[in-house]
T-cell receptor
Framework: DVKVTQSSRYLVKRTGEKVFLECVQD?????MFWYRQDPGLGLRLIYF???????EKGDIPEGYSVSREKKERFSLILESASTNQTSMYLC??????????FGAGTRLSVL | AQSVSQHNHHVILSEAASLELGCNYS??????LFWYVQYPGQHLQLLLK??????LVKGIKGFEAEFIKSKFSFNLRKPSVQWSDTAEYFC????????????FGGGTRVLVKP
């Protein structure tokens, strides 16, 4: 079974803090993704990566950055957290020929 | 850019009723299509996917979906739902020319009354 592990299920941070969300996959997938999930809006793509040290902006990259130093790990960074970044964050990984597998999600609250 | 529309935000039905969730996408090229389900408190799981071939796709838990290319649709169906089908369902599209990123619809919350 593919496993996508997000380091935290719940996080509470203050406005202006730098926040790191970590994600690790164990299936040697090339592609990794960060989405945020908000009620009524579905999942929106923030950033994705096709390879180590490679990143591409998704649909809503503003206020976020990412890091992929190793194939199995993809980190999402909120440089200066704001209240409108309160959301559920989902990490995912995939191969081109398969479906996309999701982690359990990190529910982030920014106060 | 491609977009995905799910027509219903909320669906409430009784056990044994039939379920159909609509999904339309806007992209004229070759696409891969997916339905994901998220049960309460759980992570997203793949229900079924369409890459090519038979447009009627069967997935897990008795779900199926039909790809109608002329209508840009990929509707999800289940003939007889159970209480355990209560979940949020997401349609997603992957444009082959754009790599492996998925574009999701807004989701449909399904509540099955026991």
């Amino acid at each position: 079974d593919v496993k996508v592990t997000q380091s935290s299920r719940y996080l509470v941070k203050r406005t202006g803090e730098k926040v790191f969300l970590e994600c690790v996959q164990d299936m040697d997938h090339e592609n990794m993704f960060w989405y945020r999930q908000d009620p009524g809006l579905g999942l929106r793509l923030i950033y994705f990566s096709y390879d180590v040290k490679m990143k591409e902006k998704g649909d809503i990259p503003e206020g976020y950055s990412v890091s992929r130093e190793k194939k199995e790990r993809f980190s999402l960074i909120l440089e200066s957290a704001s209240t409108n970044q309160t959301s559920m964050y989902l990490c995912a990984s995939s191969l081109v020929t398969s479906g996309t597998y999701f982690g359990a999600g990190t529910r982030l609250s920014v106060l | 850019a491609q977009s995905v529309s799910q027509h219903n935000h909320h669906v409430i039905l009784s056990e044994a009723a039939s379920l159909e969730l609509g999904c339309n996408y806007s992209y004229g090229g070759t696409v891969n299509l997916f339905w994901y389900v998220q049960y309460p408190g759980q992570h997203l799981q793949l229900l079924l996917k369409y890459f090519s071939g038979d447009p009627l796709v069967k997935g897990i838990k008795g779900f199926e979906a039909e790809f109608i290319k002329s209508k840009f649709s990929f509707n999800l169906r289940k003939p007889s739902v159970q209480w355990s089908d209560t979940a949020e369902y997401f349609c997603a599209v992957n444009v082959k020319a754009a790599g492996n990123k998925l574009t999701f619809g807004g989701g449909t919350r399904v509540l099955v009354k026991p």
